[in-house]
C-alpha cells in the first residue's frame, strides 16, 4: 500500500516559517515527480511546487517564487517544502503529491498525480 504522511504544519504567525515533510511509504518516489499542492476553506486545489526525480527541476506557483523551496532526499523517500516570509493568505491545507510515471516533468495539474497524502493544516496568523 502506497502511503504519503506529510507533517510539519502547524500554526505561524505573519512572517514565520515552517517546514513541511512527506514521508512516502511502500513505494519509491525515487524516480518520480513529486509536488505539493495546497486548498484554502471554500477555495479549489492549487499548484504550490513541484520537482523531477533528480531534483534538477522545480516550479513553483507565481505565489510561492520567492519564498518557498521545494527539495527531496531520494535515499529518505521524502519530500520537502520550506516556507519562508508566510502571509495570511497562505493558511490551507498542504498536500503532497507523486507521480506514477518514471522520468515525468513536474506537472501543476493534480490530475496527473496518482498518489496523495492527507494533507498538513498551515494556518498564519496576521
Known amino acids: 500500500q502506497v502511503r504519503l504522511v506529510e507533517s510539519g504544519g502547524g500554526l505561524v504567525q505573519a512572517g514565520g516559517s515552517l517546514r513541511l515533510s512527506c514521508a512516502a511509504s511502500?513505494?519509491?518516489?525515487?524516480?518520480?515527480?513529486m509536488g505539493w499542492f495546497r486548498q484554502a476553506p471554500g477555495k479549489e486545489r492549487e499548484f504550490v511546487a513541484g520537482?523531477?526525480?533528480?531534483?534538477?527541476?522545480?516550479r513553483y506557483a507565481e505565489f510561492g517564487k520567492d519564498r518557498f523551496a521545494i527539495s527531496r532526499d531520494n535515499a529518505k523517500n521524502t519530500l520537502y517544502l520550506q516556507m519562508n516570509s508566510l502571509k495570511p493568505e497562505d493558511t490551507a491545507v498542504y498536500y503532497c503529491?507523486?507521480?506514477?510515471?518514471?522520468?515525468?516533468?513536474?506537472?501543476?495539474?493534480?490530475?496527473?498525480?496518482?498518489?496523495w497524502g492527507q494533507g498538513t493544516q498551515v494556518t498564519v496568523s496576521s
Open positions: 503529491a507523486g507521480d506514477r510515471t518514471d522520468d515525468g516533468p513536474v506537472y501543476s495539474d493534480d490530475a496527473e498525480y496518482e498518489y
Open positions: 511502500g513505494r519509491t518516489f525515487s524516480r518520480s515527480a
Open positions: 520537482i523531477t526525480w533528480s531534483g534538477a527541476t522545480t
